[in-house]
Every structure is written in C-alpha cells, then in structure tokens.
C-alpha cells in the first residue's frame, strides 16, 4: 500500500569529521544553519557505490516513486540509519547528479555517489538502538519494484541494495504540518542533547586488532562487512541460547572480505600487467582462469582486463599452487614488482587457505550445507583473518602490499 519511502543505512565510522557523532549529525546542524537564513534551502544526501561490482542503480525508479506521492500529495520519506540512531528526511527530488556540491558534506568529496536525495527538512526520531530496530521493523517491502518480499527490516536483512524502496506500517506523517516557517530541523530536539544505548559500533574497530591506518587503506565494502560480521556476532552470543545461524553468516561474511580484498589486490594486479593476454570465462558470479584461449569458443570468454566478475578463493589458490599456469608468463614475473606480497600469498597465504579448510568451509556456509562444527571452530576462523593471536591475514595482505611504496594510494 502506498506511499512508498527511501530506506538506506550508513557506518558511522566512516564519519571523517571527528567533532560530530555521525555524518548525519553533521548533516543535521549544515541543513539547519542554511534554513536559519533561507527558509527555501536544502542539503543533499548521498548514496555512496560500495563496490564496482555492485549492480547499477536504477534511479529513475526512484523519481517515479517520488512523483507517484507528490500525486497523492503524500510526502515521500528518506529513512537513515546507523542502527542506533534512526532519522527521516523529506525528499523533494533524486537525481544521479547536483549541480550545487556545496550543498552537501565535504565526506562525499572523492567518492562515487551513485544518488542524491535532496532534502528540504529533517529530524532524528530515535537515538536508541532498541528503539530504532522497533522502528525498522514497521518497514518492510511488498511492491512491484523487487521480486522478493521482506516482512521486517533488521539490521541484519540479507541481500539488501541499499537504498530500498519500503513501506511503512506506521504510515507515520512527520511532515505534514511543516511549511518554510514550520520546519522540525529548526525545532529543539532533546534526542539530539541526550546519548542514547547504542550497538557499541565504535568499540568493535578495536576488537579487530586490525590497526586503524591498515584498516583505512581496505576498500569501503570489506570495511563495513567487517563491522556488519561482528555485529553478527555480538547478537549471535548475546543470549543464553546462541544463534547458530548469525553465527555462521559472520563467519562466512569474513571468508567473503578475504576473497574481496584478494580481488582488490591480487587480481587487481593481474590485470594491470596481463590484462590482455590472460583470459578468462564471461560468468559474473564465478569467473575462471584460462590457461589458454587457442581451441577456445571466444564468445565465452573476455580479458581480464574487461572482467568484473569476483574471483573465489578457490580460484585464486589454484593460482597460488600453479604459478607457471599460464604458458605465455608466470606469476613470479607478473609480481617481480610486489615481491613482499607475492611471498606472502606464495607461502602462507596460499598454506592457510589449506591447511585451515577455509575454501571447503566457504563453500559450505555459502550452499548452506555446512557440517555442524563446533563454535569453537567457527570462531578459529574469524582470529586467523583478523589476527587475534596473531598477526592475521588481512593484515599481513594491507602490510604487504603497500610494502613497495604505494603508502600513499588506497586499495582500489
């Protein structure tokens, strides 16, 4: 039932501006000093592309969306959330670009925002965690634009491409009596004043033992899926009777940050030196390596350079065990320039994704057929990649693969 609303979340610890709580703090204050002045003015919310592998996003979508509620003269709603806090914004327009970037955060600078929400008002409407989640569960989506139905957003919904067009059970009107001399982003708000119990989101970048300059230089999308695994785990162990089931989409969501960021830096590699002469399969979900394309059918096959498909574990250690497979080259000249890297992926690497089961244990996560391990053994999973005990994976890939002198460039 309509109208239907915006629905995105964001990571606070993203926030680069240090003196305010969130982004969306900041936001709030820079739309409400622009209002003090200019009744008429506004200030763009930004969905950032986490990925390049994300599928495009169809905004056209949402203008229709929008242009469907201006016709019943309903208000269409941009819910933000954080998990603790939970704020909504009044949404006069999407667009894809802005022609005025400084009415928007400076956070957004050098980023690849994928769609712009203008909006012309704002208020938080919940500071508590709690509180938040009870609101998110009034969303769900149940309408022509997904061919799936979600009866409840959590903070642990799967397979959502934010932003998401949702419903509203409240059918909540936060809006409808405000006009230029009526806005809720000018009225006191006591949420704004108080410290409302949260998820703890800050406390978990130290439970990682992943040192913060490492953990600044992994791609966006490893770093909020990092941060989304443990909260996994925080409410897979948080009651008395542990959820087997968050427990292991924690653990499967470390083993997919790993196999991200070996795309982001071995295959990466791959093609910037080989681009053209390695080969591979056209499939976007589990790309393979050619060993050669003579007596090949083409058409199923592309350049790596032109590949965006993420290549398994499975596939990269295949590499690891073969580096002679391609016949033209082999893999000790490709990396002659990373050689740190290289011997780190050539001799450990390569014996823990062995040794640990790890590319069998993904694979059994993933086709949800995994044999009933002991917790125990789950959790040895997330202290090899991180480094509890240890120096961990991740770490040791971040650390060697800026080890000749790329300090200065960011994983891409």
């Given at each position: ?14 926030n680069e501006e240090q003196k305010w709580k969130t ?168 949420l704004l004043m108080t410290e409302g119990e949260g ?210 460039k960011k994983i891409a």
């Open positions: 039932m309509k109208p239907y609303h915006f629905y995105v979340a964001f990571n606070p610890l993203f982004q969306a703090h900041e936001f709030h204050h820079h739309l409400s000093e622009k209002k003090k002045t200019d009744p008429t003015s506004h200030m763009y919310w930004g969905k950032i592309q986490v990925s390049q592998y994300s599928e495009p996003l169809n905004t056209k979508v949402f203008s229709e969306v929008l242009n469907e509620n201006d016709e019943l003269q309903m208000d269409t709603h941009l819910y933000i959330t954080d998990y603790q806090h939970l704020w909504v914004g009044k949404v006069a327009e999407v667009s894809e670009t802005i022609k005025d970037p400084e009415n928007t955060l400076n956070f957004y600078q050098n980023k690849k925002v994928e769609v712009w929400f203008k909006l012309i008002d704002f208020e938080l409407i919940s500071n508590n965690a709690s509180e938040t989640i009870k609101h998110l569960s009034d969303f769900h989506v149940d309408n022509e634009h997904y061919p799936f139905k979600i009866k409840e957003m959590t903070p642990f919904t799967s397979s959502i491409r934010f932003p998401m067009i949702v419903q509203d059970k409240s059918r909540a009107r936060y809006f409808s009596q405000s006009t230029e001399n009526d806005l809720k982003v000018l009225k006191p708000n006591p998820m703890k989101l800050n406390s978990f970048i130290q439970s990682f033992v992943i040192p913060e300059e490492n953990f600044k230089k992994m791609p966006e999308i490893v770093r909020t899926q990092i941060t989304h695994a443990e909260i996994l785990l925080v409410e897979a162990q948080s009651t008395s009777k542990k959820d087997r089931i968050k427990l292991e989409q924690a653990i499967l969501t470390y083993l997919k940050c790993l196999e991200v960021l070996l795309n982001e830096t071995f295959v990466a590699h791959l093609k910037k030196e080989e681009g053209h002469r390695i080969w591979v399969s056209k499939d976007l979900q589990s790309p393979k390596f050619m060993r050669s394309a003579l007596d090949k059918d083409k058409s199923s096959l592309i350049r790596i350079k032109e590949s965006v498909g993420l290549f398994q574990l499975s596939q990269i250690k295949m590499l690891l065990d073969t580096p002679g497979f391609f016949p033209h080259t082999s893999l000790d000249y490709i990396f002659r320039h990373k050689k740190l890297f290289w011997e780190f992926c050539r001799l450990e690497l390569r014996s823990t994704l062995k040794n640990e089961s790890l590319i069998d244990l993904k694979h059994q996560l993933t086709t949800q057929t995994a044999q009933k391990l002991h917790d125990r053994e789950l959790l040895l999973v997330r202290n090899i990649l991180l480094g509890i005990g240890g120096k961990g994976v991740l770490n040791a890939i971040v650390e060697s693969w800026y080890a000749e002198g790329l300090e200065s």
